[in-house]
């Protein structure tokens, strides 16, 4: 059975950090593209971040580019995302997807609160 | 920019069918697989259809997905409406290396 389980989130003061990571079963971790989606309270699913399976081709949507890095460990199955400058509109449900063009699947998220 | 508009709600009773629409702007909607989720309150989505009509394991065929290139839209039809069918539904597609999300239904099963 696939899982995928994010962590790291949390309560964060405009312009602060957090990294979130995903540890990740049942299936071949190394040969999946992986990505980042995050839902804003009561707003709809946008991909933030995505990354091939060799790590070579990353993606950044324009609203986080030049602030988050993801990055992944295909030794143990993980998936990050080095989050920096944070902003109020930031604050969100972030959920770790496995796919190319579609999620196949996703984790069950982990909260990002960006407030004062 | 290719974008997809869905309606924010729909609704049907019990044992009925609905169908929820998802319409492309900037592009063909059959250019590229679309996919459907499902999101129950306070849970995270799950793949009801993926490239277009295919279900995953465990869903049920009361699922369907469907493309129609004259109104250059995809659909997703629940038949048999049951309680736990109310959620949210958002469909999806991709261009070149961009993920695009419909704007989400809201789905309630008087």
């Known amino acids: 059975e696939v899982q995928l389980v994010e962590s790291g989130g949390g309560l964060v003061k405009p312009g602060g950090s957090l990294r979130l990571s995903c540890a990740t079963s049942?299936?071949?971790?190394?040969?999946?593209?992986m990505n980042w989606v995050r839902q804003a309270p009561g707003k709809g699913l946008e991909r933030v971040s995505s990354?091939?399976?060799?790590?070579?081709?990353?993606f950044y949507a324009d609203s986080v580019k030049g602030r988050f890095t993801i990055s992944r460990d295909n030794a143990r199955g993980s998936l990050y995302l080095q989050m920096n400058s944070l902003r109020v509109d930031d604050t969100a449900v972030y959920y770790c997807?496995?796919?190319?063009?579609?999620?196949?699947?996703w984790g069950q998220g982990t909260l990002v609160t960006v407030s004062s | 920019n290719f974008m997809l508009t869905q309606p924010h709600s729909v609704s049907g009773s019990p044992g009925k069918t609905v169908t929820i629409s998802c319409t492309g702007s900037?592009?063909?909607?059959?250019?590229?697989?679309v996919q459907w989720y499902q999101q129950r309150p306070g849970s995270a989505p799950t793949t009801v259809i993926y490239?277009?009509?295919?279900?995953p394991s465990g869903v049920p065929d009361r699922f369907s997905g469907s493309i129609d290139r004259s109104s250059n839209s995809a659909s997703l039809t629940i038949s048999g409406l049951r309680t736990e069918d109310e959620a949210d539904y958002y469909c999806?597609?991709?261009?070149?290396?961009?993920?695009?999300f419909g704007g989400g239904t809201k789905l309630t099963v008087l």
């Open positions: 049942g299936f071949m971790f190394r040969s999946f593209n």
């Open positions: 999806q597609s991709y261009d070149i290396n961009t993920w695009m």
């Open positions: 997807a496995k796919g190319r063009v579609a999620a196949a699947s």
């Open positions: 900037g592009g063909s909607i059959a250019s590229n697989y």
């Open positions: 990354i091939s399976n060799s790590g070579s081709d990353i």
């Open positions: 490239e277009n009509n295919q279900r």
